[in-house]
């Protein structure tokens, strides 16, 4: 079971966070839940549903789907950075080397491709997947909860992608068909994981109807890996070359 969150003694609010407050909230450790956020990262791992089932009752309470609370995001750019770190020196490079690797993960990989994926599913799930209503008020999904949904989904696929994956390094690297299997099973797992996720998320959302359609690109996914692997391309090498070492 999920600790209460010291969401619930705060002041409510009637909406989502502005911007501005939310980026002053993340230098703000007082204002941040890291216990909770813990929390929430292990059942993300094991029984993903249940951090989902607390939207509900954030509804109720605050009148917003979206965490109020930056800590996830915080902790995910302090992992990411880590990571940073580590990665170069596995490839012993630093400097620029060392910050193109961190704006990459941190930048590229988790905002950028978060706000993307965010925008795109926000604008699909509001205009093509809510149900109609001939009763009661029109809702729609916030954005900032299609990030949360994003940085959810994002942690299982950094502890398979960016955790996993470098302990595999001297073997995923390798020319090797093997290699090549392994690294592109890795990538499959995490994608369809990443997907199964983020299809939680919406399916929480008592407005939305056939949000199963989130699941359909885990097909091509699967399939991709399977081709990729005959023709001996491994992703991760592919990725490496990205970073140019």
Known sequence: MLPIHVESERPTFSHSPSLSEYMRRMIQYAQMDIDYTFAQMLYLC????KVYQLTSYRKQTKNQWARDDPAFVVVMI????IASIAYSIAL????ADFLHILLMFVGVHFLLFGVIVASVSWFVANNYLRAQSFHGVEQRMEWMYAFDIHCNSFFPLFLVLYVLHYF???IVL???LAAAIISNLLYAGAGCYYLYVMSLGYSMLPFLERTEVILYPSGVVVLAAI???LLKVNLSRLSFQAFGV
């Open 168 to 170: 595999l390094l001297p």
């Open 46 to 49: 094991i029984a993903p549903r």
């Open 174 to 176: 390798q020319p090797t």
């Open 92 to 95: 012993q490079v630093g400097g």
């Open 78 to 81: 302090f992992f990411l950075t």
């Open 227 to 229: 081709v990729l692997s």
